[in-house]
C-alpha cells in the first residue's frame, strides 16, 4: 500500500516536470514561442535542473540538450524508487526503463497536444494558446496531411496521429517488457 502511494507520487511530480522539460525542448526546436505567462511558468518550473546541466553539457546545433537530459534523470529518478529500491534491479536495467519511461512521456505529450488542439478547434480556435498548441503540432500533423486530405472539411489527420501514436506506444510496452527479464542479470 505505501509502496503504491509512494510510486504514485514520485511518477506524477517526475511526470509533471518532465512534461514541461519535453515542453521547453520542443518549443525550442519549433523555434514557437508561447504566451508570455505559459513561458514564465515553463521557465521558472524548470530552470533550477536544466541550468546547471548546461554548464556541462551546451546546447549544441539549436537544440537544448540539457531539457532532455534532465528528462532523463526524472524518469531514471522515477524508475530507481521503483524499481532499485522496492525490487533491486541492477542499475542497467533501470537506466533501459528510463529510457522507454522517456519514449513513453514523450509520445503522451505528442497526444496531449493532439487533444488540447481538437478541443481549441471545437471550442475557441482564436483562443491565445491556439495559435501555439497548432504550430506544436505541425511536425506530426503535416507528413499525415499529405497522406489523408481534409474530407468535407473535417481534418481527420490528429485523429490518425493518436492512433498511431497508441499503436506506438503499445510497440514499446511491449518490447520493454520482451527485454525486461534480459536486463535482470546485468
Do not use: C
Request: overall charge positive; charged content about 10%; aromatic content about 14%.
Amino acid at each position: 500500500m505505501l509502496h503504491d502511494i509512494l510510486t504514485f507520487v514520485i511518477d506524477t511530480v517526475t511526470g509533471l516536470l518532465a512534461g514541461f522539460l519535453l515542453l521547453r525542448f520542443w518549443m525550442q526546436v519549433q523555434r514557437v514561442r508561447p504566451p508570455m505567462g505559459l513561458a514564465q511558468a515553463i521557465f521558472q518550473l524548470t530552470d533550477w535542473i536544466v541550468h546547471p546541466i548546461r554548464r556541462v553539457v551546451p546546447g549544441f546545433r539549436g537544440y537544448d540538450w540539457a531539457s532532455l537530459i534532465a528528462v532523463f534523470l526524472a524518469a531514471f529518478l522515477s524508475m530507481a524508487i521503483d524499481y532499485w529500491l522496492m525490487a533491486r534491479f541492477p542499475i542497467v536495467a533501470i537506466a533501459v526503463l528510463a529510457l522507454f519511461r522517456v519514449l513513453q512521456w514523450i509520445i503522451y505529450g505528442l497526444m496531449a497536444l493532439l487533444v488540447l488542439e481538437a478541443i481549441f478547434s471545437w471550442v475557441n480556435p482564436h483562443a491565445p494558446f491556439a495559435p501555439f498548441v497548432r504550430a506544436l503540432n505541425e511536425p506530426v500533423l503535416f507528413p499525415l496531411r499529405k497522406v489523408l486530405p481534409p474530407l468535407g472539411g473535417l481534418d481527420f489527420s490528429p485523429m490518425a496521429a493518436l492512433i498511431l501514436l497508441q499503436v506506438l506506444n503499445r510497440v514499446l510496452v511491449a518490447l520493454q517488457n520482451e527485454l525486461l527479464p534480459n536486463l535482470m542479470f546485468f
